[in-house]
């Protein structure tokens, strides 16, 4: 129990910051400095994760990991809503609403008169940014160069893969930088990563635009959809549990905390004018204050069922711990409707919020009972730095280590988070496009490659090669687009030439002999200090004792030509031959290009 340190009482939502405070510190300092204990043993339970916010900015001020199950939690974060005002604005510049959102935030950094005044002097459409250059105000500068990102990304977003425009305007804006700088770092970064991360899981669907997005988003803000697919427990140890006491059903922890029982379930449920109870068979009727018989039945009766559910919600939540149960509460002046507190003061010996009460008892059992004054709030600490020691700091020194900063910074934004080994390949020699087979359409070159890569995924290389005819066609018609099909007679033809060839060949034969370890392969590895290898390999085998990879490739070269275009790819193979040895654990692996047209190979 934590109670106030004067002779104030606390109310509701003060005792409940109280209580926050007390839990964090308890954690921080008695619980997770244990060895044998990680932040993954305890969970916090709540009956509803709306009444999670308070203690989840207590764990915060203490730097203590959570995880909370859910999103509704998740999309009340300003940093969630501030990026979606954002996308908000580039589909729609004349949503005043959500600029004044990008304004107020980080992005724009204005207060309250300075919106005002931009908003009288007629500056709310960031794409006549041209006209604040006359306006004489002191955040004018700011708001200009902010104006002219928005209106800059306004153009480029509405004509880019919706994909590709949610990563430019990451990496035009500083979204994650100032997250990062904010109080709570980590966790507001990581919530816009899941963010951008969520958006892309959208993208699959057809024909959706950037409004489409949008209006997704902004559904899930104004509802908070309760169904997540955040890690639980058993996923990981580093962080704390925070979860609704249904979704914990079935699952047990160390420690279990039930906080919040000073808080009560609010004002009574009203009994609607006209109600019925089926087991009865009564009706009632209410007018204001004037209840039938019938109507007070089935209010006492729905009265009595809520107090059997709060029961067994609280059972349940009891039952989840294993070895430590922590029962939580403020003491306050006047409880905000039935609480657990009451009840365990109905039903048990022992007063409880009384600091002589050592234990209460119920039954054959006894709880131990304590309780805690509140502390002063824990704000972060801000380093402070006296006149003596800022006199003494050299300009130029600061400079430099400044000048330092921003070139590791600009470096920073310009190296590419994710890798892939096709994109090596363009960053070290520019690939020209290969020309179409016979002097054809590329577009129909495209195709033939993007098939002959599927025909071959699923491809049985005991088969007769001449039963490549058979799935060709299939092939063609189940993959074009409705604006392909004038293109299928020649991609049908250029498959076929493909697949003869290469069916004939010492390649194909060699692939029949070799075990098949793998097609499709998709991988991802660290890569240098700050970088992520992503890709796909087409086909791993086995021979003679020695493990191959091979890239298929649809290039129109001729056998003398092979050698030469294979070069292009040398950065590729080294990649592949690095994952494989990653990630099997082996020391050699060779790699050759198979060039499916003139049914050559060449190892690099």
Same mark, same amino acid.
């Given at each position: 129990?934590?109670?106030?340190?004067?002779?104030?009482?606390?109310?509701?939502?003060?005792?409940?910051?109280?209580?926050?405070?007390?839990?964090?510190? !308890?954690?921080?300092?008695?619980?997770?400095? /244990?060895?044998?204990?990680?932040?993954?043993?305890?969970?916090?339970?709540?009956?509803?994760?709306?009444?999670?916010?308070?203690?989840?900015?207590?764990?915060?001020?203490?730097?203590? &990991?959570?995880?909370? @199950?859910? @999103?509704?939690?998740?999309?009340?974060?300003?940093?969630?809503?501030?990026?979606?005002?954002?996308? /908000?604005?580039?589909?729609? &510049?004349?949503?005043?609403?959500?600029?004044?959102?990008?304004?107020?935030?980080?992005?724009?950094?204005?207060?309250?008169?300075?919106?005002?005044?931009?908003?009288?002097?007629?500056?709310?459409?960031?794409?006549?940014?041209?006209?604040?250059?006359? !306006?004489?105000?002191?955040?004018?500068?700011?708001?200009?160069?902010?104006?002219?990102?928005?209106?800059?990304?306004?153009?480029?977003?509405?004509?880019?893969?919706?994909?590709?425009?949610?990563?430019?305007?990451?990496?035009?804006?500083?979204?994650?930088?100032?997250?990062?700088?904010?109080?709570?770092?980590?966790?507001?970064?990581?919530?816009?990563?899941?963010?951008?991360?969520?958006?892309?899981?959208?993208?699959?669907?057809?024909?959706?635009?950037?409004?489409?997005?949008?209006?997704?988003?902004?559904?899930?803000?104004?509802?908070?959809?309760?169904?997540?697919?955040?890690?639980?427990?058993?996923?990981?140890?580093?962080?704390?549990?925070?979860?609704?006491?249904?979704?914990?059903?079935?699952?047990?922890?160390?420690?279990?905390?039930?906080?919040?029982?000073?808080?009560?379930?609010?004002?009574?449920?009203?009994?609607?004018?006209?109600?019925?109870? %089926?087991?009865?068979?009564?009706?009632?009727?209410?007018?204001?204050?004037?209840?039938?018989?019938?109507?007070?039945?089935?209010?006492?009766?729905?009265?009595?069922?809520?107090?059997? @559910?709060?029961?067994?919600?609280?059972?349940?939540?009891?039952?989840?711990?294993?070895?430590?149960?922590?029962?939580?509460?403020?003491?306050?002046?006047?409880?905000?409707?039935?609480?657990?507190?009451?009840?365990?003061?109905?039903?048990?010996?022992?007063?409880?919020?009384?600091?002589?009460?050592?234990?209460?008892?119920?039954?054959?059992?006894?709880?131990?009972?304590?309780?805690?004054?509140?502390?002063?709030?824990?704000?972060?600490?801000?380093?402070?730095?006296?006149?003596?020691?800022?006199?003494?700091?050299?300009?130029?020194?600061?400079?430099?280590? %400044?000048?330092?900063?921003?070139?590791? !910074?600009?470096?920073?934004?310009?190296?590419?988070?994710?890798?892939?080994?096709?994109?090596?390949?363009?960053?070290?020699?520019?690939?020209?496009?290969?020309?179409?087979?016979?002097?054809?359409? &590329?577009?129909?070159?495209?195709?033939?490659?993007?098939?002959?890569?599927?025909?071959?995924?699923? !491809?049985?290389?005991?088969?007769?090669?001449?039963?490549?005819?058979?799935?060709?066609?299939?092939?063609?018609?189940?993959?074009?687009?409705?604006? =392909? =099909?004038? $293109?299928?007679?020649?991609?049908?033809?250029?498959?076929?030439?493909?697949?003869? $060839?290469?069916?004939?060949?010492?390649?194909?034969?060699?692939?029949?002999?070799?075990?098949?370890?793998?097609?499709?392969?998709?991988?991802?590895?660290? %890569?240098?200090?700050?970088?992520?290898?992503?890709?796909?390999?087409?086909?791993?085998?086995?021979?003679?004792?020695?493990? %191959?990879?091979?890239?298929?490739?649809?290039?129109?070269?001729?056998?003398?030509?092979?050698?030469?275009?294979?070069?292009?790819?040398?950065?590729?193979?080294?990649?592949?031959?690095?994952?494989?040895?990653?990630?099997?654990?082996?020391? @050699?692996? /060779?790699?050759?290009?198979?060039?499916?047209?003139?049914?050559?190979?060449?190892?690099?």
């Amino acid at each position: 129990m934590t109670a106030p340190t004067s002779d104030e009482p606390f109310d509701a939502a003060g005792a409940t910051r109280a209580e926050a405070e007390v839990l964090a510190r !308890w954690l921080y300092e008695d619980i997770l400095k /244990r060895p044998s204990l990680k932040p993954g043993h305890v969970a916090l339970l709540f009956r509803k994760l709306t009444q999670a916010d308070t203690y989840l900015d207590a764990l915060r001020r203490y730097g203590i &990991p959570y995880v909370i @199950e859910g @999103e509704k939690h998740f999309y009340r974060r300003q940093e969630v809503i501030d990026l979606v005002n954002v996308l /908000r604005v580039l589909d729609n &510049p004349h949503d005043e609403v959500a600029l004044v959102g990008v304004l107020r935030s980080p992005l724009g950094g204005l207060t309250d008169r300075e919106l005002y005044d931009l908003r009288q002097a007629g500056f709310f459409d960031y794409r006549q940014h041209a006209r604040l250059e006359s !306006w004489s105000h002191p955040c004018s500068t700011a708001v200009h160069r902010l104006y002219r990102h928005l209106a800059q990304l306004h153009h480029e977003v509405a004509v880019l893969p919706l994909a590709d425009a949610i990563q430019l305007v990451f990496d035009q804006l500083p979204i994650l930088e100032l997250a990062a700088a904010s109080l709570h770092a980590e966790q507001a970064v990581a919530n816009l990563l899941k963010t951008k991360q969520t958006a892309a899981a959208l993208l699959d669907r057809p024909h959706l635009t950037l409004s489409g997005l949008v209006d997704l988003m902004i559904a899930r803000l104004e509802e908070q959809p309760d169904d997540a697919e955040s890690p639980l427990v058993e996923e990981s140890l580093e962080a704390i549990q925070v979860l609704t006491i249904h979704k914990a059903k079935g699952l047990e922890f160390p420690i279990v905390v039930l906080p919040g029982l000073h808080q009560g379930t609010g004002r009574e449920r009203s009994v609607p004018m006209v109600s019925y109870d %089926w087991s009865s068979g009564r009706y009632g009727l209410s007018l204001g204050n004037r209840h039938t018989f019938g109507s007070l039945f089935i209010h006492e009766k729905l009265k009595m069922r809520e107090e059997a @559910e709060r029961r067994r919600v609280l059972y349940v939540g009891m039952t989840r711990a294993k070895e430590l149960l922590l029962l939580s509460g403020g003491i306050t002046a006047h409880p905000g409707g039935e609480t657990v507190m009451e009840l365990l003061r109905d039903i048990g010996e022992g007063e409880v919020g009384v600091a002589t009460t050592k234990a209460i008892t119920i039954g054959a059992s006894a709880i131990p009972h304590l309780v805690v004054e509140a502390p002063e709030r824990k704000l972060p600490r801000r380093s402070t730095v006296s006149m003596s020691a800022i006199s003494t700091i050299d300009p130029a020194s600061v400079a430099e280590l %400044w000048q330092e900063r921003a070139s590791a !910074w600009m470096q920073a934004r310009a190296t590419p988070r994710q890798m892939t080994p096709t994109g090596m390949n363009r960053r070290d020699e520019p690939v020209m496009l290969c020309p179409a087979p016979s002097g054809g359409d &590329p577009e129909v070159s495209r195709l033939v490659g993007v098939l002959a890569h599927r025909l071959l995924e699923r !491809w049985d290389f005991a088969n007769d090669p001449a039963r490549f005819a058979d799935h060709i066609e299939a092939a063609v018609q189940t993959s074009l687009a409705g604006n =392909q =099909q004038d $293109l299928a007679c020649a991609v049908t033809e250029s498959l076929r030439e493909l697949f003869t $060839l290469f069916g004939r060949s010492d390649i194909y034969a060699r692939l029949r002999t070799a075990t098949i370890l793998g097609r499709e392969i998709p991988f991802m590895m660290p %890569w240098g200090k700050s970088q992520v290898m992503e890709g796909v390999i087409d086909v791993m085998y086995s021979l003679d004792e020695m493990i %191959w990879i091979a890239d298929y490739k649809t290039d129109a070269v001729r056998p003398d030509q092979a050698p030469a275009r294979a070069e292009r790819y040398r950065t590729q193979s080294e990649v592949y031959k690095a994952v494989a040895k990653h990630s099997l654990g082996i020391e @050699e692996v /060779r790699f050759h290009c198979l060039f499916l047209r003139c049914a050559t190979a060449v190892e690099l």
